[in-house]
């Protein structure tokens, strides 16, 4: 958490208030969330920076700046990146960890209030060898039910653990492969070598379908994710399985099961629906 969908929504809210803007001051509060890079290197590198653009890769936010540096964020459970048009209150300025003061007004500011995420400054060289282990995007055109197959070929870990594997497939964390299993009505627990030819293709339209419409959604609000204008998404209303353990099954009424079999992470299933 977030996953591809609140990733790319943060992407896609920053991008027109960031890119082409020049960095003119950036703070740091703190530096235990920097990775690969020391504050003096990042804050050296982000002052008088522009930022180019602004991508999504797998479950990271990369923001391409003027000197071929990439500064990567992840926010995991509790951090946010917003753009905000005017001052911060003082309950947001007190979880801002990255400020940087922009060019024709605004700021960007990473936020995160137990400071679980990560923020990287990478070279061209560094992001490209990073990049190349991860996985496909399962949202592009090139990601069919071969890819998906090829992914799972090979490895008799539990489907649900591959699907979130970073570097068999991007994007997908926990509520996504817990949604797009049972969509695709296939036991979480099952190895992912054993999967027939039709149950890989189930599931592959499964995943891309619910990361669509979660896209379309804005992404998940169960804790702490924010878009990046500052506002809850709205796929929360529209999960299935996820934090629903005990709640009736959406086909077949039977409860729901929640269990800490696979990789120690909460999955929802309907035993009877998920074969
Ligand atoms: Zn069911």
């Known amino acids: 958490m977030p996953e591809l969908p609140e990733v790319e929504t943060i992407v896609r809210d920053v991008t ?22 020391s504050r003096r290197r990042l804050l050296e590198t ?70 679980l995420g990560t923020v990287w400054l990478l070279d061209e060289r560094g992001w490209e060898r990073y990049t190349a282990r991860l996985g496909p995007e399962p949202l592009e055109p090139g990601f069919t039910a071969d890819t998906l197959a090829t992914a799972l070929a090979g490895t008799r870990v539990a489907v ?7 570097r068999r497939l991007a ?18 627990s099952r190895p992912a070598h054993r999967l027939a030819p039709d149950e890989v293709r189930a599931l592959h339209g499964a995943i891309v379908d619910v990361l669509r419409r979660a896209l379309a959604a804005s992404g998940t609000t169960v804790r702490d994710y924010r878009t990046g204008t500052g506002e809850p998404g709205n796929f929360q209303l529209e999960l ?14 039977r409860r729901l099961v929640t269990t800490h079999a696979i990789d120690l992470r909460q999955t929802t299933l309907c035993a009877f629906c998920q074969r």
């Open 171 to 188: 994007g997908v964390g926990n509520i996504y492969a817990n949604e797009a299993l049972f969509d695709a009505r296939i036991d979480p």
């Open 46 to 115: 982000l002052t008088g920076n522009t930022v180019v653009a602004a991508r999504r890769r797998a479950k990271h936010a990369v923001f391409l700046l003027a000197s071929g540096h990439r500064l990567v964020g992840q926010p995991r459970m509790t951090g946010s990146l917003i753009v905000y048009d005017r001052p911060l209150t003082p309950d947001e300025a007190r979880y801002a960890v990255l400020t940087c003061t922009l060019s024709r007004g605004g700021r960007f500011v990473y936020r995160d209030i137990r400071r």
């Open 240 to 253: 299935k399985v996820y934090d629903r353990g005990g709640e009736p099954c959406v086909h077949c009424g």
């Open 16 to 37: 027109p208030k960031l890119v082409g803007r020049r960095i003119r001051t950036a703070r740091l509060a703190k530096s235990d969330v920097l990775r690969r890079v």
């Open 160 to 166: 649900k653990k591959a699907i979130m594997d970073q």
